[in-house]
């Protein structure tokens, strides 16, 4: 079954520090693995997308990384802002029909 | 930076009534899409669209909903008769490239609230 598993389901950090987000995957064939960001009552954003042969790529201060034999992938943010409180979705896209299959998403909490 | 475009943010209907959603794709954006959230929930696919014409649609998508291009710049998302279950945030997306290796650009939303 084509399903995408994100972990933790929450978490609330302080401000200035790092987090890491994982991303299990069992969706195949694989095309790309992409991470969006989601504020509250807004549509996702997009912030990486990554292929087979990618391991890791960064955007600003998020950082993903993938492991495609595991089917892991992680995000890592740098130096937390309180902007960073949003859902994080992981999103994996199957190469024979380009459909995409969604994580539930792990919502960031980042406190003064 | 384009940015696709929704309206209304917030539609509050009885139950039974049709909706239409509309949206404003970015420009030169040839695949759109309609997806629903319901709160607290996944992200979920409802219908692709391209060369004015559905590509896929989920099994949401029964005979209750319907899409359209009418004028080459908008998209709609009609419900014909609403229930309850379908209260969600519904968002259109679109991408200049059948999902490879180009970003989905998703609007921010339609919340639809059914009573």
């Known amino acids: 079954k084509n399903q995408v598993e994100q972990s933790p389901q929450s978490l609330i950090i302080l401000e200035g520090k790092n987090c890491t987000l994982q991303?299990?995957?069992?969706?195949?064939?694989?095309?790309?693995l992409r991470w969006y960001k989601q504020d509250t009552g807004r549509g996702p954003v997009s912030l990486t997308i990554?292929?087979?042969?990618?391991n890791t790529k960064s955007n600003g201060r998020y950082t993903a990384t993938l492991d495609a034999d595991t089917k892991q992938s992680s995000l890592h943010i740098t130096a937390s802002q309180l902007s960073d409180s949003a859902s994080y979705i992981c999103?994996?896209?199957?190469?024979?029909?380009?459909?995409?299959?969604f994580g539930a998403g792990t919502t960031v909490t980042v406190r003064a | 930076e384009p940015e696709v475009t929704q309206t209304p943010s917030h539609q509050v209907t009885q139950m039974g009534q049709e909706v239409i959603l509309r949206c404003v794709p970015i420009s030169n954006h040839l695949y759109f899409y309609w997806y629903r959230q319901i709160l607290g929930q996944k992200v979920e696919f409802l219908v692709s669209f391209y060369n004015n014409e559905i590509s896929e649609k989920s099994e949401i998508f029964d005979d209750q909903f319907s899409v359209e291009r009418p004028d080459g710049s908008n998209f709609t998302l009609k419900i014909r008769s609403t229930k309850l279950e379908d209260s969600a945030m519904y968002f259109c997306?679109?991408?200049?490239?059948?999902?490879?290796?180009?970003?989905?650009?998703f609007g921010n939303g339609t919340r639809l609230t059914v009573t």
């Open positions: 999103v994996v896209t199957r190469s024979n029909d380009y459909k995409l299959s």
């Open positions: 991303c299990n995957y069992t969706v195949s064939p694989f095309s790309n």
């Open positions: 997306a679109s991408s200049d490239e059948v999902l490879g290796l180009y970003p989905l650009h």
């Open positions: 990554m292929t087979f042969s990618e």
